[in-house]
């Protein structure tokens, strides 16, 4: 069993940053992937940058979120990060972490929110 805790979320105001931590708990899994997805009411949830691992590990990011947004993480303490920087009032959102694991499938946290507000 499996399971992630999500943490970091908050209020911050315009232009302001947080940093969103996920951390998983249980039995040593092999990751193919970890990420971060973001969600707002009456809407489907979205990819925000994920790291990829196999011959090569890659990150990918949303459009939206490059240049503002980095993810981390050391897939062997199977722990990530989500530092945001310059944040928007459209970044306002619940945040999800992700892995893709061997043996697990997908395994979701139970998400945090984010609200960026003056």
């Known amino acids: 069993q499996v399971q992630l805790v999500e943490s970091g979320g908050g209020l911050v105001q315009p232009g302001g940053s947080l940093k969103l931590s996920c951390g998983a708990s249980g039995s040593a899994i092999m990751l193919y992937a970890m990420g971060w997805y973001r969600q707002t009411p009456g809407k489907e949830r979205d990819l925000v940058a994920e790291?990829?691992?196999?011959?090569?590990?890659?990150?990918v990011y949303a459009d939206s979120v490059k240049g503002r947004f980095t993810i981390s993480g050391a897939g062997a303490r199977n722990t990530m990060y989500l530092q945001m920087n310059s944040l928007k009032s459209e970044d306002t959102a619940v945040y999800y972490c992700?892995?893709?694991?061997?043996?697990?499938?997908?395994?979701w946290g139970q998400g945090t929110l984010v609200t960026v507000s003056s």
């Open positions: 992700k892995i893709r694991a061997l043996g697990y499938g997908e395994v």
């Open positions: 790291i990829r691992f196999g011959i090569s590990t890659t990150s």
